[in-house]
């Protein structure tokens, strides 16, 4: 039987048990694999990985494991670090986009409302997720491990806290978005974007009490959902500036 030791840094500790983290792991092995499929057999899903380095040399995902190797694993974080002759990210989006298992509803449409293309349904299977964020280079933002390890997807990230308002905060930290913030551009409820609209043209759908104190509304291209600046944008203002207000 062959050994080969990993370490792995930073927060890929995160997918570790517990005795396993930040210590060197030995792994046994006896059949021939590749070090990508070895690092997700011990639990860290590939887009997490920025650079692995095997006796002190940098390889790629395609390297086969050896008996004796040692094997450090850096996530994106210590990027600046760890300087690497590979680099395992994949080149950086132009635009940025997501889409989103169906666990992250309200991480969804907290991206919507700060003005984030994201897609986001409650009965997408995961197939499904990592084709479109092949397709589309949408970063795949999800709670299960499993989705991240398919082969299909390049972009993709693990979204650590359960908390909604804490999740929003951590993905536009990961992905340094907290100057990419324009809210009030999109649907909250499809995605779709937001054109003013005049009043005359929507009357006929608003409450009353909106029809006599209201004069600005915008509707989505996409799903005709009129919006205003009603009772609920204040709070909707006042939670967009306590989210961007973490990235100062
Ligand atoms: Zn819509």
Not at 82 to 110: E, Y
Not at 111 to 132: H, M, P, S
Not at 213 to 240: A, M, P, T
Request: glycine letters at 4%.
């Amino acid at each position: 039987m062959a050994i080969a030791y990993f370490q792995f840094y930073a927060e890929l500790n995160d997918f570790l048990p517990r005795d396993k983290r930040h210590v060197k792991i030995p792994y046994s092995f006896t059949e021939r694999a590749s070090i990508k499929d070895t690092i997700e057999s011990l639990g860290v899903p590939h887009p997490e990985i920025n650079c692995i380095e095997v006796n002190g040399k940098s390889v790629d995902f395609s390297y086969i494991v050896r008996d004796g190797d040692n094997i450090n694993v850096y996530p994106i974080s210590t990027k600046d670090l760890v300087k690497s002759k590979i680099d395992l990210q994949p080149k950086q989006l132009n635009i940025i986009c997501f889409v989103l298992d169906i666990h992250l509803g309200k991480l969804a449409t907290s991206l919507r409302l700060l003005g984030f293309d994201t897609l986001y349904r409650n009965d997408y299977e995961d197939e499904e997720l990592a084709k479109i964020s092949h397709e589309q280079s949408r970063i795949l933002l999800t709670r299960d491990k499993g989705l991240l390890m398919r082969s299909l997807v390049t972009y993709g990230y693990y979204v650590r806290s359960t908390n909604p308002q804490q999740q929003i905060v951590e993905v536009l930290r990961r992905f340094d978005l907290f100057n990419a913030v324009y809210p009030f551009q999109r649907c909250l409820r499809c995605n779709g974007l937001l054109k003013h609209t005049d009043k005359e043209v929507i009357v006929d759908q608003l409450p009353e009490t909106v029809q006599l104190q209201i004069n600005e509304f915008h509707r989505c291209q996409d799903c005709g959902q009129v919006y205003w600046k009603g009772s609920h944008y204040e709070r909707l203002q006042q939670f967009v500036e306590s989210i961007v207000n973490n990235g100062n």
